[in-house]
């Protein structure tokens, strides 16, 4: 058995139970009220990332993350709790003042994912959402910190576990922002 | 066979010939007066990138593209004819006037690759070179036109000429740059 910790929703090897999952209530860290996001229907391209930004269970090397349309993302309860980690990112990052949790991201700057609301599926009350399928930015958490000698182990871990690693996103995704790049540019027809 | 087209080194199978080049002299295109550039020693890192700011041959898909220490780096014959393409680029592309070859592009910024000049090893006059050993960038060659229908088989087409594709640099790189971000930060002891 390996050692190296990648998340506890990827140690654990949770899988989805759920084909049909459409949608919950993301609920914050805080034992007395609680911020609640609700997210209606299901999630897309939940996957682990290596990057700095994004908010990690404690003793996590990476977060896990998805997106949902941001008109299916709504604030439930204890709105007043939330601030902007940083208003000049492009993914708005909506965290808890008191846990730090963050609740929901969405992208509201001209972008190919604009429209889009980054979150942490592990926070949903209930189960069944789609488990990660992918690992971005893995490179990355050597800005954390993480020994680059260990990166190697980083990657085979990844892989045994089903997650393709890359550090950047993945080739659909990447392939998604090129287009969306060179039909803005005018290069490619709209 | 494919009709998948990269860029006539790897389209040819070339493959180098002498495992211990030490440079040579990389000429332009021009029919008179070239620009030659000497290199002392052996390049490295030699791959082909789909991004759209190196210089390609007509018709190539990708460039090929390696590093040199700017120190071994000497412009032996008409310098009048270079021009940087953008200064405000971190890698500062010196391009032949007249042809539009680009033949030595120095990173001097505060970066990684600060020292180390990019250059494209099929402008060298003699073989011998390493061939490209992975694709980099590979989602960009969709920013200057390229059918992104048509990824699929590029990457396998890549594949298939033994470079593996990544939509950024090779983990490699991507892990020496996060390093030396890291260190930068303070976050890894240098």
Redesign the interface.
């Known amino acids: 058995m390996t050692s190296i910790s990648i998340h506890p929703t990827v140690d654990s090897g949770y899988r989805a139970t759920d084909a049909s999952f459409s949608g919950g209530t993301l609920v914050c860290n805080c034992a007395s009220n609680p911020v609640k996001v609700g997210i209606k229907g299901d999630i897309a391209h939940n996957h682990a990332c290596g990057c700095t930004k994004y908010w990690k269970p404690e003793g996590a090397v990476f977060s896990v993350v998805a997106v949902a349309p941001t008109e299916n993302v709504e604030v439930l309860e204890n709105s007043d709790k939330l601030a902007v980690v940083d208003p000049s990112a492009l993914i708005q990052r909506h965290a808890c003042k008191e846990c730090g949790v963050h609740m929901y991201g969405p992208v509201e700057r001209d972008h190919p994912f604009k429209g889009l609301s980054f979150v942490h599926p592990e926070r949903f009350e209930g189960k069944g959402w789609a488990a990660p399928g992918f690992a971005a930015f893995?490179?990355?958490?050597?800005?954390?910190?993480y020994d680059?000698a260990n990166?190697d182990a980083v990657?085979a871990r990844l892989k045994e576990q089903g997650l393709e690693?890359?550090?950047?996103?993945n080739?659909a995704l990447?392939?998604y922002?090129?287009?969306w790049?060179?039909k803005n540019?005018g290069?490619?027809a709209v």
Do not use: H, Q
């Open positions: 893995v490179s990355s958490i050597i800005e954390s910190g680059p990166m990657r690693p890359y550090d950047c996103l080739p990447m392939d922002i090129a287009t790049t060179a540019k290069v490619l």
